[in-house]
């Protein structure tokens, strides 16, 4: 709007951002083996903050898109898998859920009060004058999260994983690093693969969701209600979500396998929708499964590959979500210029991240029966040295 551009044009920085998040996060990992990790926290910080700062100087779309999109999204995914990196290794294995669930929903807290906030700014002050007050503000609050990092590595209590009979038995997850092994290694790789068929899917329907109700006939003020609705669930499916996989004494992955499938089944059932109630039904529950993703896939990856390659395996599971997801949106909305309806690309999608649930529901199945074999040939060894 600023810059008097398209929606297009102004699309690309999402898009930007999202290539940034899936391509940024791939060298962290080497970061903080030769860094460390608070000064690669530090290093993020400096980024978004210095980012944020020079954005605010933009005179035109095309600087704004490279600043932003790309350098302000650069620091925030390094702070944000280095966060992870911090969660796994202070938080105990019986809460991690939990501990996830509160960082999940503190982001979209933060969310829901900051773009409003920044949107009355900008009509108050402009861009410009938005996004220095924008950098100072963010400067106070991450010199206030570089300090904690700090000063939790100095004095905080580290947590160390039990060891189960699957991960002392995966060479990939105590030794091998290197990319070749990772791609070898079916587990990973079938969880790779569903995670990209989901996120073609998942981004789709957020995207289009406010244009879809409106075509519906919903009054504007109800649109805007609904939305509001679908945010509010989605907070509460990061903070539920976590801690359901705690209660299952840490299946991260079968809970991840629920939300998929609830995610595809709500957007399936979006072109039945034919009430205000019906949108507002399944758009609780396309925003409480949507939400409930978020904080479990970075369990997942610590439940399958142990703690010490956590971060290594979400680092290159992003990957899957830079190659599909920026193509989701576009992808239904082709289909409606083409059909008029959205009818369509929402099945299609729908039935991928249903594709995308019996994947993981088959990756659950076998690593469960590779348990129970690696737990009947414990139990002979022992009896064999008895």
């Known amino acids: 709007k600023a810059f008097k551009q398209s929606a297009g044009t102004a699309a690309l920085v999402a898009s930007f951002a999202d290539i940034t998040f899936g391509l940024g996060a791939l060298p962290v990992p ?17 980024v978004v903050v210095l980012g944020v700062f020079l954005t605010s100087f933009a005179v035109s779309a095309e600087y704004f898109i490279c600043l932003h999109g790309i350098l302000v999204s650069l620091g925030l995914t390094i702070c944000y898998v280095t966060q992870l990196q911090i969660l796994y290794i202070y938080t105990p294995q019986q809460r991690r859920g939990l501990c996830m669930a509160f960082a999940a929903s503190g982001g979209g807290a933060g969310a829901a009060w900051m773009g409003p906030a920044l949107s009355v700014s900008f009509e108050q002050l402009g861009l410009h004058a ?43 997850v105590r030794h091998n690093t290197s990319l070749c092994h990772w791609l070898c290694d079916p587990q990973f790789m079938t969880l790779y693969v569903a995670f990209a068929i989901y996120t073609f899917g998942a981004s789709a329907p957020p995207a289009h ?23 509010i669930a989605n907070g509460l499916g990061r903070i539920v979500f976590p801690n359901v996989g705690d209660c ?18 709500s957007v399936l059932a979006l072109p039945l929708c034919r009430s205000t109630a ?19 896939i970075c369990l997942v990856c610590c439940q399958l590959f142990g703690q010490e390659q956590a971060t290594k395996s979400f680092s290159l599971l992003t990957t899957a979500f830079t190659l599909t997801s920026p193509f989701g949106p576009p992808f239904v909305g082709l289909v409606h210029d083409c059909i008029g309806r959205y009818d369509i690309g929402f099945i299609v999608v729908g039935m991928l991240m249903v594709v995308s649930s019996i994947l ?22 022992g009896d064999e040295t008895l």
């Open 278 to 296: 019906s949108l507002f039904s399944v758009a609780g529950v396309l925003g409480f499964s949507f939400g409930g993703r978020i904080g479990v």
């Open 360 to 381: 993981l529901g088959w990756l659950d199945i076998a690593r469960t029966r590779r348990m129970k074999d690696f737990q009947v040939e414990d139990k002979d060894i």
């Open 30 to 46: 080497f970061l903080h083996r030769r860094l460390g990790v608070p000064v690669t926290y530090v290093l993020g910080a400096s």
């Open 248 to 265: 299952l004494g840490g299946e991260y992955l079968r809970i991840f396998g629920v939300t998929v499938l609830a995610n595809g089944c």
């Open 130 to 172: 938005t996004l220095r007050v924008f950098a100072s503000g963010l400067a106070v609050c991450l010199a206030v999260l570089v300090t904690t990092v700090c000063l939790l590595y100095r004095y905080g209590r580290q947590f160390k994983d039990s060891p189960t009979s699957e991960s002392s038995r995966t060479g990939l």
């Open 209 to 231: 969701l406010p244009t879809y109700v409106a075509e519906q006939g919903v009054s504007t003020p109800l649109v805007g209600t609904i939305i509001s609705v679908f945010g």
